[in-house]
């Protein structure tokens, strides 16, 4: 699976209005939403308010990579957002988060979900492609980093 089957140009935002978790979880809900992704936003909220109780999705290193499951969802998707001013995410090590990855998966797809975030997972852990995000110029520049480090993957 490569990220670019799960998130387009369009369902990424450039600089994150919120400066806290919920508000960014909101905000990159709410894109899924308005297009077309997922259907039931609130109850998408409530899946991945009640998976941060179990604990932040914050994974270090200016990450997070919020997820949850959904009946109604027929694939998985994806939308990401980026805020250079970073966002109290309560991260395992209590740094601010830049760079947010959100996934949400169909209920019966505990595989695909866990390759999803294995993917993320490995991309994020470098450095170099992590600066080129913080980096990126507009929406185009930070969709075609994540396309060009995902085909680095392998």
């Known amino acids: ?32 939403a308005r297009r077309g992704k997922i259907k039931e936003e609130a109850r998408a909220l409530e899946v991945l308010f009640e998976r941060e109780k179990l604990g932040s999705t914050g994974i270090g290193e200016g990450i997070a990579i919020p997820h949850g499951k959904l009946p109604d969802l027929e694939r998985i998707v994806c939308a990401f957002g980026r805020s250079k001013k970073g ?29 999803a975030l294995a993917r993320l997972s490995r991309l994020l ?17 930070l969709y075609q980093t994540i396309v060009e480090g995902d085909e680095g993957q392998g």
């Not at 988060?97 to 595989?111: D, G, I, Q």
């Open 1 to 32: 699976m490569r990220i670019a089957d799960i998130l387009d140009r369009d369902s990424i935002i450039e600089e994150l209005n919120s400066s806290e978790k919920e508000g960014v979880l909101r905000e990159l809900v709410s894109l899924l």
């Open 87 to 115: 966002v109290d995410f309560e991260a395992v090590d209590g740094n601010p988060v830049h760079l947010v990855f959100l996934l949400l998966a169909p209920e019966n797809s505990t595989t695909e979900h866990l390759k």
């Open 125 to 141: 852990k470098d450095p170099l492609f992590r600066k080129k995000l913080l980096e990126a110029q507009d929406k185009d520049g």
